[in-house]
């Protein structure tokens, strides 16, 4: 079995460093104590790696980021107008789609 890895993982391991390197900052300012570079550091790459590794293991948590979702989320987040002819379409077919499954949860019904 072949899958391809997501293209977006630097994007994503980016953001996890980022995240750590905040959070970390926060943390040690709450508890008053002064902010070294290299904790930042440490911090930064301890977030992408968790993000990275996360990304190996759960992949469907990360959807793949494309310039072009990019932009239509920024249409869908212009204004109620943008987003209500967006969500309406003309074919008036589903716009959301699943292929999960329905879970039964519970014994089995007897018939």
């Given amino acids: 079995m072949s899958q391809r890895m ?3 993982l630097p994007i ?4 996890g460093a980022l995240s750590f390197c905040i959070l970390s900052a926060i943390a040690t300012k709450y508890r008053g104590e002064d902010i070294q570079p290299k904790h930042l550091v440490r911090d930064s790459t301890a977030g992408a790696l968790f993000t990275a590794f996360i990304l190996v293991l759960v992949p469907d948590m990360f ?5 072009s979702n990019a932009l239509t989320a920024l249409k869908m987040t212009g204004g109620a107008v943008a987003a209500a002819a967006a969500i309406n379409t003309a074919d008036s077919e ?9 879970l039964q949860v519970g014994y089995p019904k007897r018939k």
């Fill in 6 to 8: 997501n293209s977006s």
């Fill in 12 to 15: 994503y391991a980016l953001g």
């Fill in 63 to 67: 959807p793949p980021i494309s310039f």
């Fill in 94 to 102: 589903t716009i959301y789609q699943s292929d999960d499954f329905d």
